[in-house]
């Protein structure tokens, strides 16, 4: 995607814009500025770029309905942190800054009664001289002040939080997508922009804005930018969007889908607050092909196989994998930036690490992520102190389906097929331990092909 | 007696026009909606914001130039 001249970026189509909604607005109401002035320089003074960051300041006043109010993996970005934790790491509760800010206030506001000598002793009249006297309530009160200091003290982050927290910073944020960066403007890591000259639209663009953050991975693959690879049917053949299979309840709400048919009084917990292949699947294949292996299906294989592999298994073909991320901030320029140590195209089965009511699957595929167990080295020693308890390769729903693949052709170009299964000989030796839930042990059997094709 | 009659008839008409109802310009003055005048504050307000962020040109002639940051990453991110 070719980058914005930087007045493209900015450029407001006025006729569209004012024809909308939004357009009735005044500027400051969501950007604030300086409206009185010509002068970009004083216009802009104390403007806010990107107003819906923080959602419920602006956009939420209105929308109340999409309930975004940041809970969205998009604005949470808690699938990070989820597996980060997995992996040992912690985050702080409160950042350094704001234990400076509860210390300014608490010295500021509160511990700055204890003046003089009075405050805490009398020196009762007629009595012996010398005779000095506690006001027990007045000290119990103030002792109880330098525990509330001990309590501050106490959300300091440790260490390796801190360390933590500066490197998500610094890398893992830049992932994190406002509103407008999905209905106003190009994401920032992809040079920021108006899609529509300040259109608020309510589909985003697919190119500019979805696959503009899941290009890598995703968009490369649905859109069929491998070579020799086909991209995925729903495109090829429906050009379906993003969109027709991700709804706007699926992005804003992550418990939407199961509080369609269930209420919360039944103690239905949001689905995807967690990582993105929490709870329900969102969707599933079903959602669109209820027949598939549903009593009045007519393929056997979907009968034979329902349950035990994901769709996934049988109809998707190679889609990348990417080992080893390490990031830094640059000795040269002062940026963050990353290094991944290798991307390929592969192809392997292996166990569901989580089976769940929701997904039942012995086995699915696997995709490699760049995890590396001295990923963040950079920030400090050994902060992803229990690395092999998730797997390096992880559950995955490649976006290049297929209905004919190389292994779904006949029963044996999958069953017996060693190359497809992800034995302990295709992992590297320094990850086996992390990723004895996913690797299969033993392959399955070839079977006797039918005498008829479904 | 003309001279009489003509005096009653003014006297009748001052009388006549004093309990006349008031004259009724403040009627006018309200007629204007509030929702013309919000409409004129709301577009007065966006002049200058428009004004320029419609204008290729002097956005040009206004933008900072881009410095080029060098891209350090490497690989898939």
Same mark, same amino acid.
């Given at each position: 995607?070719?980058?914005?001249?930087?007045?493209?970026?900015?450029?407001?189509?006025?006729?569209?814009?004012?024809?909308?909604?939004?357009?009735?607005?005044?500027?400051?109401?969501?950007?604030?500025?300086?409206?009185?002035?010509?002068?970009?320089?004083?216009?802009?003074?104390?403007?806010?770029?990107?107003?819906?960051?923080?959602?419920?300041?602006?956009?939420?006043s209105?929308?109340?309905?999409?309930?975004?109010?940041?809970?969205?993996?998009?604005?949470?970005?808690?699938?990070?942190?989820?597996?980060?934790?997995?992996?040992?790491?912690?985050?702080? /509760?409160?950042?350094?800054?704001?234990?400076? !800010?509860?210390l300014? +206030?608490?010295?500021?506001? #509160? @511990?700055? =009664? *204890?003046?003089?000598?009075?405050?805490?002793?009398?020196?009762?009249?007629?009595?012996?001289?010398?005779?000095?006297?506690?006001?027990?309530?007045?000290?119990?009160?103030?002792?109880?002040?330098?525990?509330?200091?001990?309590?501050?003290e106490?959300m300091?982050?440790?260490?390796?939080? /801190?360390?933590?927290?500066?490197?998500?910073? !610094?890398?893992?944020s +830049?992932?994190?997508?406002? #509103? @407008?960066? =999905? *209905?106003i403007?190009?994401?920032?890591?992809?040079?920021?922009?108006?899609?529509?000259?300040?259109?608020?639209?309510?589909t985003?663009?697919?190119?500019?804005?979805?696959t503009?953050?899941?290009?890598?991975?995703?968009?490369?693959?649905?859109?069929?930018?491998?070579e020799?690879?086909?991209?995925?049917?729903?495109?090829r053949?429906?050009?379906?969007?993003?969109i027709?299979c991700?709804?706007?309840?699926?992005? *804003?709400?992550?418990?939407s889908?199961?509080?369609?048919?269930?209420?919360?009084?039944?103690?239905?917990?949001?689905?995807?607050?967690?990582?993105?292949?929490?709870?329900?699947?969102?969707?599933?294949?079903?959602?669109?092909?209820?027949?598939?292996g549903?009593?009045?299906?007519?393929?056997?294989?979907?009968?034979?196989?329902?349950?035990?592999?994901a769709?996934?298994?049988?109809?998707?073909?190679?889609?990348?994998?990417?080992?080893?991320?390490?990031?830094?901030?640059?000795?040269?320029t002062?940026?963050?930036?990353?290094?991944?140590?290798?991307?390929?195209?592969?192809?392997?089965?292996?166990?569901?690490?989580?089976?769940?009511?929701h997904?039942?699957?012995?086995y699915?595929?696997?995709?490699?992520?760049?995890?590396?167990?001295?990923?963040?080295?950079?920030?400090?020693?050994?902060?992803?102190?229990?690395?092999?308890?998730k797997?390096?390769?992880?559950?995955?729903?490649?976006?290049?389906?297929?209905?004919?693949?190389?292994?779904?052709?006949?029963?044996?170009?999958?069953?017996?097929?060693?190359?497809?299964?992800?034995?302990?000989?295709?992992?590297?030796?320094?990850?086996?331990?992390?990723?004895?839930?996913?690797?299969?042990?033993?392959?399955?059997?070839?079977?006797?092909?039918?005498?008829?094709?479904? | 007696?003309?001279?009489?009659?003509?005096?009653?008839?003014?006297?009748?008409?001052?009388?006549?026009?004093?309990?006349?109802?008031?004259?009724?310009?403040?009627?006018?003055?309200?007629?204007?909606?509030?929702?013309?005048?919000?409409?004129?504050?709301?577009?007065?307000?966006?002049?200058?914001?428009?004004?320029c962020?419609?204008?290729?040109?002097?956005?040009?002639?206004?933008?900072?130039?881009?410095?080029?940051?060098?891209?350090?990453?490497?690989?898939a991110?």
């Amino acid at each position: 995607m070719a980058p914005l001249e930087p007045w493209q970026k900015v450029l407001v189509n006025r006729d569209d814009f004012l024809a909308d909604p939004h357009g009735e607005l005044a500027c400051t109401m969501c950007h604030g500025g300086d409206t009185t002035s010509n002068n970009k320089e004083t216009a802009h003074s104390g403007m806010i770029a990107d107003p819906s960051a923080l959602p419920q300041r602006v956009c939420d006043s209105c929308h109340y309905e999409t309930a975004m109010t940041g809970s969205g993996l998009h604005s949470t970005l808690a699938g990070y942190w989820t597996t980060l934790e997995e992996r040992g790491a912690s985050q702080p /509760e409160h950042d350094a800054a704001r234990i400076e !800010n509860l210390l300014a +206030t608490y010295n500021k506001h #509160c @511990g700055s =009664c *204890h003046t003089n000598c009075q405050d805490c002793h009398y020196f009762p009249p007629n009595s012996e001289e010398g005779t000095v006297l506690v006001k027990e309530d007045v000290v119990d009160e103030k002792l109880s002040r330098v525990d509330h200091l001990a309590e501050i003290e106490a959300m300091r982050a440790a260490p390796d939080q /801190e360390a933590m927290h500066t490197m998500f910073g !610094n890398h893992c944020s +830049t992932c994190h997508a406002s #509103c @407008g960066d =999905c *209905h106003i403007s190009q994401p920032n890591n992809v040079g920021g922009g108006f899609v529509q000259g300040h259109v608020i639209m309510k589909t985003p663009s697919m190119t500019q804005n979805c696959t503009a953050c899941h290009g890598s991975r995703v968009g490369s693959e649905y859109l069929g930018k491998h070579e020799e690879i086909p991209g995925d049917a729903h495109f090829r053949l429906e050009r379906m969007n993003c969109i027709d299979c991700h709804t706007g309840a699926e992005m *804003h709400s992550p418990g939407s889908v199961c509080t369609q048919c269930h209420t919360e009084d039944e103690g239905i917990e949001k689905t995807q607050e967690a990582h993105r292949y929490a709870g329900e699947q969102t969707p599933s294949c079903e959602s669109c092909h209820p027949e598939m292996g549903a009593w009045n299906d007519t393929n056997q294989n979907h009968l034979l196989h329902k349950d035990t592999l994901a769709c996934q298994v049988c109809h998707s073909v190679s889609y990348t994998s990417c080992d080893g991320c390490h990031v830094e901030i640059s000795d040269k320029t002062g940026n963050p930036f990353y290094e991944t140590e290798g991307d390929y195209l592969s192809f392997f089965i292996g166990k569901n690490p989580d089976s769940n009511y929701h997904r039942p699957y012995e086995y699915v595929v696997l995709r490699h992520v760049p995890a590396s167990a001295d990923a963040y080295s950079f920030y400090g020693q050994n902060l992803l102190p229990t690395f092999d308890l998730k797997p390096t390769w992880v559950y995955s729903t490649p976006h290049n389906i297929q209905k004919e693949t190389p292994q779904n052709k006949t029963c044996n170009a999958c069953h017996g097929n060693a190359d497809i299964f992800l034995t302990v000989d295709k992992v590297k030796p320094e990850e086996v331990q992390a990723n004895q839930d996913v690797i299969i042990d033993q392959i399955p059997a070839q079977v006797e092909e039918p005498t008829t094709s479904q | 007696m003309k001279s009489k009659l003509v005096s009653t008839l003014v006297v009748i008409v001052f009388i006549l026009s004093a309990c006349a109802p008031a004259a009724t310009p403040s009627a006018i003055v309200t007629e204007s909606p509030a929702e013309t005048e919000a409409v004129v504050e709301l577009q007065s307000e966006a002049g200058e914001c428009l004004a320029c962020h419609i204008d290729k040109q002097r956005l040009i002639d206004t933008a900072k130039p881009e410095v080029v940051v060098e891209k350090e990453s490497t690989g898939a991110g």
